[in-house]
């Protein structure tokens, strides 16, 4: 079974730390030991892991990549936002996540964030959590 | 059972939309709700997520990779395709796919793409589906 | 049933080819036919697959990586690894391989890498082999 996490997101580019949602979802599961997999529905956004206590980090995360993937750059895509979707093929739109004793099994330091590249908008996440 | 899927390329660096070629090993394997896993076996190529209508966004990120990423830059890899394995490991070499009611769970807009980094060459795409 | 295993590493930057001790924990796990989900528990460390053969395309890949994400760029992250933060985020912190007749189903010339970006440090793997 596939759940729907919504996602609504307030800038052209953005980290959303969507992990205590997703943890919940694993906990509505009831799956005490196996994978989480999460899949991002769209071209142009995505899903990594990284540190959420210095909201910084991620601040820089988006910084450099608007850097290195500028928003303008003589692309050819009509629609004027190739750098996003750029920026997701780098980051990837999937991820998956050991579950242990009903919790993600992710590091000390470690959040998941939805990453807007060409907001804003209202976004999906998929969901499946299957048990081993 | 591990499938596998052979795949052309024609130029240097190449996006190839291979989503049917999948969808259709998915149909062959029977399985309604799973996990569809895909693997480049390769080191200078990748699998990717994202828009095929406009083929213009492809080659917009094909572009701004090989601009990132120079295919010359002082590289010690005496084979002269260091630009390719690198751009191989940004974009990655496997894929997690959910699959709901036989069919892959992609999102409206996204195909999957085999991302030729240092062709032509003949190639292939290691696919296994597996049932919930 | 997740697996730990433990990685020291000798540089800020260094890639660490782990594939033989991921082929034991899968040897040991005793799945002949499955997947083996890798897992790095860290913000500022990856994991990737590409060339062993040839060790300048590890340090072409790290080389260009350091250029592409310079170590210091004006971020905001007080702890002065904003850097390895991003290239986390782009290599990734997990792969899936397939596992076949006991043995990790990879390409000729594929090995896994465990990326610092951050290092030395002594850091950590989780490993989970599922069989089908």
């Not at 990284?50 to 750059?73: A, H, Q, R, S, Y």
């Amino acid at each position: 079974m596939i759940r729907q996490m919504r996602v609504k997101t307030n800038a052209r580019t953005e980290l959303i730390d969507i992990t205590q949602a997703v943890q919940r979802l694993v906990a509505e599961s009831g799956v005490r030991s196996g994978l989480c997999y999460l899949h991002v529905p769209h071209t142009t956004s995505g899903v990594t892991i990284n540190e959420n206590t210095d909201p910084n980090v991620g601040m820089d995360i988006l910084k450099e990549l608007n850097k290195v993937i500028p928003f303008d750059d003589k692309y050819g895509h009509s629609e004027g936002n190739s750098a996003a979707h750029i920026k997701s093929s780098l980051v990837g739109v999937s991820k998956t996540i050991m579950v242990e004793e009903g919790r993600l099994a992710l590091g000390t330091w470690q959040a998941i964030f939805f990453c807007e590249f060409d907001g804003p908008r209202e976004r999906r996440v998929m969901v499946k959590v299957m048990k081993d």
